[in-house]
């Protein structure tokens, strides 16, 4: 079965303590992206990756770290989280880019 | 002004009813769009995408003008299962790779 998987799905933190959410696709995907998604703003695109070491910032990328050192695997990185990084956050995959972009199911971050 | 714009929504319709979405972007470069659909702070979907010639998936159409730089989405004999957040998404870029911009959103209620 195609799936995106995320961990966690829900988190509660406290400012200035790193975190990873990780994002893995089993569909052999290039493309993923990292969204957050917050009320009255809609999804923002934070970094996207195009194939294995190849990335680039989205929209609102500042506070935020990804890598892909492998295809299936793309994890977002916070390394000092503040409250304002409380959201919603979506990782989405793709073979041509949004055309084709599957989503998560989502991460809830509470940053205290 | 926000590079995506959509209808503030929200539209409250009878079972049905025939509902039209309204999207505006302000980047001339932009080459793909897109229909997503949301529920409930659930994943986007994919719901179609949007051609120049104007497309058709059942009961969903999706029109292009670009000259006028904006989207619709039409909706025909609404369904209970249509309630949702309807996304309107543009590329910023010459590819569907390009950054992806997310509408803010309209949400529809069908009522029975």
């Known amino acids: 079965e195609a799936q995106v998987t995320q961990n966690p799905r829900y988190l509660i933190t406290v400012t200035g303590k790193k975190l990873t959410v990780t994002c893995s696709q089993n569909?052999?995907?290039?493309?993923m992206s990292w969204y957050r998604q917050d009320p009255g703003l809609g999804l923002r695109q934070i970094y996207y990756?195009?194939?294995?070491?190849?990335?680039d910032k989205g929209d609102v990328p500042e506070g935020y770290k990804v890598s892909r050192k492998e295809k299936r695997n793309f994890p977002l990185i916070l390394e000092s989280p503040s409250p304002n990084q409380t959201s919603l956050y979506f990782c989405?995959?793709?073979?041509?880019?949004?055309?084709?972009?599957?989503f998560g199911p989502g991460t809830r971050l509470l940053v205290l | 002004r926000k590079e995506v714009e959509q209808d503030p929504g929200p539209f409250n319709v009878p079972e049905g009813a025939t509902v039209a979405f309204n999207c505006t972007y302000s980047?001339?470069?932009?080459?793909?769009f897109f229909w997503y659909r949301q529920d409930c702070r659930k994943e986007p979907k994919l719901l179609m995408s949007?051609?120049?010639s104007g497309n058709e998936d059942g009961r969903f159409t999706a029109q292009l003008n670009r000259a006028s730089q904006y989207i619709s989405l039409l909706i025909r004999d609404s369904k209970l299962s249509d309630s949702a957040t309807y996304l309107c998404?543009?590329?910023?870029?010459?590819?569907?790779?390009?950054?992806?911009?997310f509408g803010p959103g309209t949400s529809l209620s069908v009522i029975p």
């Open positions: 989405a995959t793709g073979t041509g880019g949004v055309e084709t972009q599957y």
């Open positions: 569909m052999n995907h290039e493309y």
């Open positions: 990756s195009m194939n294995v070491e190849v990335t």
């Open positions: 980047n001339s470069a932009s080459q793909s």
């Open positions: 949007v051609y120049s």
């Open positions: 998404v543009v590329t910023r870029g010459q590819t569907s790779y390009d950054k992806v911009i």
